[in-house]
């Protein structure tokens, strides 16, 4: 471990990334444990490049996107396998779940890494050190594999910091020691500075970092554009990039239990109304439209059904989304009372038909009429305007 000094302050922001050691090559492993500790390396064909390798191959010098024969002359020993994409997706998907399980915010980066932001999380989830001691034994224990985390006050320094042990590593750097740390900073561990700017900055002069800040903003804009306005910020230690966690919803429903347990399907078509004009707004928002209406019904005994129609021209409109839920209403036998009604709109998609001008236009009017009635709700609240139908039940509410 490098530094464990760091806690998290309301000022200052408190990153974690995690990454996977030699991924493709370590679930080869875990699966197959008689591989343990082998050089193992993954490539497609006996012509493509290496995709990964396990650390014991790296000592023999083989890495990523060198060619398979070359690494066979370098280690003719390893054991070389084709690679199963699923499996490795599976895992992927597991190790995600466990580091959204540990941390509040998450946004995968690639299939082996995540950044997540645990600003201010000590009091709820320890220190960033233990939080990030539990995350990677937990991982170990689930899955056999190590990972390596780095944790820092931004993505780019936390990104740079995960690398910096690997594997198994955890590599902590401290807010008040970034300028000293970026000072014996290598210019290509800059994310974005490859071959071509290291050779373009080499010409302007610029052999390191503090080389950069020795020139203002203005001439780096300049020169490099949006690069250099970007660069000059990562040699001071900036990137207000944020963590974006991916929530990206599949359905969208709204439901409502019953103050009183009722047969009465115009009070039901009533909720109905209501709950397709709340997922309607829902959906416009999020800019979805689903192809699937769904009912779902709890009756006194709290068994619970749904019925569902897809359409082949997905919808985000109040009136079309109430009018199926309530042909679903209608086609279902009422045997007991109901406690419970829903409604949700799934299978989000494009618009897969298109129909003639004339119903089209029409189609278009109501949404508008739609998106002008969620302006007026987002702007003088819920209940500013509403459909006559609907107004006792808000009155109750
Ligand atoms: P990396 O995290 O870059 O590499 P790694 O996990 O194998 O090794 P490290 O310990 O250095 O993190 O990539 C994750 C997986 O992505 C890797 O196991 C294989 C795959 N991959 C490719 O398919 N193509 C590539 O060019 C690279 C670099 C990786
Ligand atoms: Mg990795």
Redesign the pocket.
Known sequence: MAKVTLESSIFQAVILHL????????VEQADHPELQGLPVI?GQSLRG?V???S?AARHYGVH??MPIAQAKKLCPQAVFLP?RMNR?RQVSSHVMKIIMEHCPVVEQA????AYADITGTTRSLGTPTALAQRLKQTIKKSTGLTC?IGIAPNKFLAKIAS?WH??DGLTIIDPDTVPQFLDNLPLQKIPGVGQALLEELGHLGVKSIPDILTRPKDYWVQSLGKRGATLYERAQGIDHSPVIPESIPQSCSAEHTLDNDTLCRNELKHYLLLQAERVGSELRAMDKKGHTVTLKIKFSDFSTITRSKTMTKPTALTGEIYTIAYQLLLAQKLQQKVRLVGVAVSNFGADTLSLPLAVDSQRLRDEHLEQALDHIRGKFGNTSITRADTLSLRQNR
Do not use: H
């Not at 990454?19 to 370590?26: E, H, I, R, V, W």
């Not at 690639?110 to 890494?113: A, K, V």
């Open positions: 990454d996977m050691d030699a991924f493709f090559a370590s993954i490049v995709t990964t390798a650390y990523s996107a690679g490795y690639s299939i082996d890494e390596s690398a690997k594997p």
